[in-house]
């Protein structure tokens, strides 16, 4: 994997990197785009449909490059060897059927042994999506990806293919890359388990039968001896997540998004019924050394033990929890004199190479990408 970066993230910029890649003999490309660009269809489609090489990405808040944090600035990523693309769209709707694109992408997709995947983070159908693909791709394969879009949480074009811009939809790239992967988040449990007893797709409406907001705000004023009040909720939640328990593996981590009237959340990704949560904490201290183990998993992944180098999805809601210790956290992420980039995500999608494919939250997730 070969990293180009523009920090300007003007579009003669990103042509410019795009005809270094290709040049340097890329098979295909991952483009990683600031929000900060402005980048939109009238003006990005007429250069994004001139590539003849197939590539996906899409726009986040923040780009990373080489342990720095970009609100402006444009990442290529050109991977060697053979690289197949698709794209799925209309991914909120009840009518899209997700396995037929995905076994006929299965098909012409040989070879690969790891899988780029962005989705639009605010799509409301990521988890039957996310178990689609696993169950036609596997454990045979490493995924690595995460969710496009603005923090305005406004909807619009978030994602890139050659036919250009799109929005609530999914990018798939496959390529021959040989991956390592690690995914670690560092929260911890400081309340017990509660039931979901009323969800509605990302909605958590009642835990334990009373409104979710009310056990909420009882268990987190007890731990900050603080009265939480709604209008509070903003400062508070990113240090209080939930985390849904799993059978011996650590809690995937949900983020609450807004309280609404009644007293339920929307979170961001979707909460199963009848599971069971608890509120979750953590400091500067367990993220950082999270988001180490997660790198350490990722070499240790690797076949070669010996990176070229590295890819980094990581929360947007861990920079605004970190604030000026995120950069802290991205350099225990990678080493010194190995290339590094990516992108603050609006939810992760990882695997460790032998465990179920997920949409996480405040999550730091690793690729140690191997030299070819």
Same mark, same amino acid.
Not at 67 to 81: C, N, P, R, T
Not at 122 to 146: C, K, M, Q, V, W
């Given at each position: 994997m070969n990293i180009y970066f523009d920090p300007e993230g003007s579009l003669a910029g990103l042509k410019d990197n795009?005809?270094?890649?290709?040049?340097?003999?890329?098979?295909?490309?991952?483009?990683?785009?600031?929000?900060?660009?402005?980048?939109?269809?009238?003006?990005?489609?007429?250069?994004?449909?001139?590539?003849?090489?197939?590539?996906?990405?899409?726009?986040?808040?923040?780009?990373?490059?080489?342990?720095?944090?970009?609100?402006?600035?444009?990442?290529?990523?050109? /991977?060697?060897?053979?690289? #197949? =693309?698709?794209?799925? !769209?209309?991914?909120? %709707?009840?009518?899209?059927? &997700?396995?037929?694109?995905?076994?006929?992408?299965?098909?012409?997709?040989?070879?690969?042994?790891?899988?780029?995947? /962005?989705?639009?983070?605010? #799509? =409301?159908?990521?988890? !039957?999506?996310?178990? %689609?693909?696993?169950?036609? &791709?596997?454990?045979?394969?490493?995924?690595?990806?995460?969710?496009?879009?603005?923090?305005?949480?406004?909807?619009?074009?978030?994602?890139?293919?050659?036919?250009?811009?799109?929005?609530?939809?999914?990018?798939?790239?496959?390529?021959?890359?040989?991956?390592?992967?690690?995914?670690?988040h560092g929260w911890q449990a400081m309340s017990e388990p509660m039931q979901a007893t009323h969800t509605n797709g990302t909605e958590l409406k009642t835990l334990d039968f009373e409104p979710a907001f009310d056990v909420y705000a009882r268990i987190v004023t007890r731990h900050t001896g603080i009265p939480l009040q709604r209008n509070d909720f903003g400062n508070i939640s990113k240090g209080y997540p939930f985390g849904i328990a799993r059978i011996n593996r650590e809690m995937i981590v949900r983020d609450p998004l807004v309280v609404k009237p009644d007293g339920s959340f929307v979170c961001a990704g979707e909460i199963p019924q009848d599971s069971y949560i608890s509120i979750m904490h953590g400091d500067e201290n367990t993220l950082i050394a999270a988001a180490e183990s997660a790198s350490k998993m990722a070499v240790a992944a690797l076949p070669s033990g010996k990176p070229g180098a590295f890819l980094l999805i990581d929360c947007i809601s861990r920079l605004m929890f970190l604030k000026g210790h995120f950069k802290e956290e991205l350099a225990m992420m990678t080493p010194v004199d190995c290339p590094s980039a990516g992108a603050c995500t609006i939810g992760e999608i990882a695997n460790s190479g032998n465990d179920f494919l997920e949409f996480y939250n405040k999550t730091a997730v690793v690729a140690a990408m191997e030299k070819i």
């Open positions: 795009i005809e270094k890649a290709l040049k340097d003999g890329a098979g295909g490309l991952v483009i990683l785009a600031c929000e900060g660009n402005y980048f939109v269809p009238a003006t990005l489609d007429p250069l994004l449909k001139t590539v003849g090489t197939p590539l996906i990405g899409g726009i986040f808040p923040n780009v990373l490059y080489c342990g720095e944090i970009y609100q402006y600035g444009s990442v290529v990523l050109g /991977f060697a060897g053979l690289v #197949s =693309t698709t794209v799925i !769209p209309e991914l909120s %709707s009840e009518k899209t059927s &997700f396995e037929e694109p995905l076994e006929n992408f299965e098909d012409r997709s040989s070879g690969a042994r790891t899988m780029m995947v /962005f989705v639009d983070g605010f #799509s =409301t159908r990521i988890a !039957p999506f996310i178990n %689609s693909l696993f169950d036609i &791709f596997g454990l045979e394969i490493n995924y690595i990806g995460g969710g496009a879009g603005s923090l305005t949480s406004e909807r619009k074009p978030c994602l890139f293919s050659n036919s250009g811009m799109i929005e609530d939809g999914a990018v798939i790239a496959m390529v021959e890359t040989i991956s390592g992967v690690g995914v670690a």
